[in-house]
């Protein structure tokens, strides 16, 4: 997609893989991708006057969520700051943000009919809660969610997008820690997202912190 975008390709392409020999999740970890799962990525034209596009991945969040929903409705889901979309506290789903000059690249990767069993962290698949979609059917659920609240992100503003992304997150007070991109270790309590995105973190001794990126992790 990335070379795509550099050879002017147009905002709304989607390209879907069956499978990936070289998935990555962020900081370049390696993304799991058997057959039956969904590996796609869209392709976004910053335009003057767009809000920040790091918040591009707030937009996505939100779509991926409502695009779950249809398939697992009444589910125990929920978005975790920055890039995860959780199903009963396990990892669910990942998003990764790319940007070439006017072009944001949104990777999306979904657990529909498989999961690793062997990560450090929680993970899950829709298929272990129920009847798992085609990754065809739900591409082009997530391509009209996610056509939909990018529409809003530009025609409303990012007030929007925060609000409907905190009504989906962990609620505050959640217990979170973060592993800053510097090595140190934050943690504290989840209160909510400033105007930029960014994630506010109270801490122990009742400060507030502004995390601008990080792996998170509920504790």
Known sequence: ???????????????RADRQTGGRGRQGRVWQSPPGNFYGSTLVRLRS???AAATLALV?????????GV???GADL?????????????????ILLERAGDAVVIGVGVNLAHHPADLDRRVTSLAAHGPA????????????????WLGRWRGEGLGVIRDAW?????????ALAVNLPDGERAE????????????ILRLADGRVRAIHAGDVFLI
């Open 49 to 51: 006057g767009d809000p």
């Open 1 to 15: 997609m990335l070379a795509l975008a550099a050879n002017g390709a147009a905002e709304g392409l989607w390209l």
């Open 133 to 148: 979609p085609d990754p065809a059917e739900f591409a082009q659920t997530l391509a009209d969610t996610f056509a939909r």
């Open 78 to 94: 929920a978005i975790k700051w920055p890039n995860d979309l959780l199903l009963g506290g396990a990892k669910l789903a990942g």
């Open 188 to 199: 504290g309590l989840f209160e909510r997202l400033d105007s930029d995105g960014a994630l």
């Open 166 to 174: 905190t009504a989906r997150a962990h609620p505050p007070g959640t």
């Open 60 to 68: 996505v969040a939100v779509a991926l969520d409502e695009a779950v």
């Open 71 to 73: 398939y697992a409705p």
